[in-house]
C-alpha cells in the first residue's frame, strides 16, 4: 500500500460515520449497500452468502474490471472514489472493506486476483455459480 493509499483508508477509519452507518462497521448493513452498487453499475443478479463470519458476494458482472472510471481493479479497495451513476455524494463501497475488514478476497471468474490482510478462505460447500462468478468478494469482518 502506497502512502497516499494508507490516507485514504486512515480517513475512513477515523470519520466512520462520513463511510458507514455510525461507528461500528456491520456487515449486514455493508451488504445491502453493496448489492445496491453492483446493481447500479450494470449487475443483474448479486447473490450474498454468509458462512459463519465470512461474508461472499458474487456478481454476474465485474464493474471493477469494465468501469473506465477505474485505474485498475484493487484502486476502490485503496482509494475513495466517487461515480454518479451511485449517486451524489456517493462512492465505491470497496474502501469500506479494506478499512473495517481482517481479509478481503477478490476472484474473477474463479480465480483469485488478489486479497487484502491474512486471507484464510476454505469453504468447501458453495456452489460453483458462486465462487465461478464474472466478481466474487469474500471478506470477513474484525472483531469489535
Known sequence: ???????????????????????????????????SQALILGAK??????????????????????NPNLSDMQSPFFQVISDEK?????FYQEIVLTAFCEFVGVYQNGEKAFDIGAFEFNVPS???EILNAPLCVVFKSKSM
Open 1 to 35: 500500500m502506497s502512502n497516499d493509499q494508507l490516507d485514504a483508508v486512515s480517513l475512513v477509519r477515523k470519520r466512520p460515520r462520513l463511510f458507514i452507518d455510525g461507528l461500528d462497521f456491520n456487515a449486514e448493513k455493508f451488504c445491502g449497500r453493496y448489492t
Open 45 to 66: 443478479s448479486v447473490r450474498v452468502v454468509r458462512y459463519n463470519n465470512v461474508w461472499i458476494i458474487a456478481s454476474d458482472f465485474n464493474w471493477l474490471s469494465e
Open 86 to 90: 451511485l449517486g451524489q455524494n456517493s
Open 126 to 128: 458453495l456452489d460453483d
